[in-house]
């Protein structure tokens, strides 16, 4: 009974990774940072290789220049007077707090122009659980096929390392019984 309550506890922490939400660190610019590019679409390109969620963070690296996150109207401009966020440290982490689209520039005169500046669309979290959904399109959805069961990697081996931890721990218990 004992080792049924242990693979029980050990089942349900394993399925906690559920409930985490992971946020991700993205280089702008990746080894070269953020500096003048090479092409004006390069940071847009970037960006579009990307998928970014609501709480990432974009993280700028440059030197003898600033980053600034700007509304629309400035960005097609490429000319703001009052940004939203500006920083000009040369270490600058910027995190993406809402879905929808991030305009950034650099506020150097001439970099944006130059192709210094990119827009990042960013996702909204997806809900936990799917909304409801009628029975006609449960039906719908099983005569297409698509009725399943995602279960993670991590799930699945956690819950085998758990099953064989449970055995063996079961296993030297008895051991231990019969020994004495």
Not at 12 to 36: P, R
Not at 60 to 68: G, P, R, T
Not at 98 to 109: E, I, N, Q, T
Not at 159 to 167: E, L, M, P, R
Request: charged share 25%.
């Amino acid at each position: 009974m004992e080792t049924c309550k242990v693979f029980v506890l050990l089942f349900l922490l394993s399925t906690l990774h559920f409930l985490v939400v992971s946020c991700v660190q993205f280089e702008v610019g990746g080894n070269n940072g953020w500096k003048v590019p090479r092409s004006k679409e390069e940071y847009n390109q970037w960006a579009s290789k990307n998928r970014f969620k609501v709480d990432d963070t974009v993280h700028f690296n440059y030197s003898k220049d600033s980053m600034m996150v700007v509304t629309e109207e400035e960005y097609d401009k490429c000319k703001s007077e009052r940004p939203i966020f500006y920083s000009k440290d040369g270490n600058t982490e910027y995190k993406l707090n809402r879905p929808g689209l991030f305009y950034f520039m650099s506020g150097v005169k001439g970099h944006c122009e130059k192709g210094q500046r990119m827009i990042i669309k960013v996702l909204e979290v997806e809900p936990a659980s799917p909304p409801p959904q009628s029975a006609t399109e449960l039906q719908k959805k099983k005569k297409n096929g698509a009725a399943g069961i995602a279960v993670s990697s991590a799930t699945v081996v956690l819950c085998f390392v758990s099953f064989v931890a449970c055995f063996l721990l079961d296993s030297v218990r008895k051991l231990g019984r019969n020994l004495t």
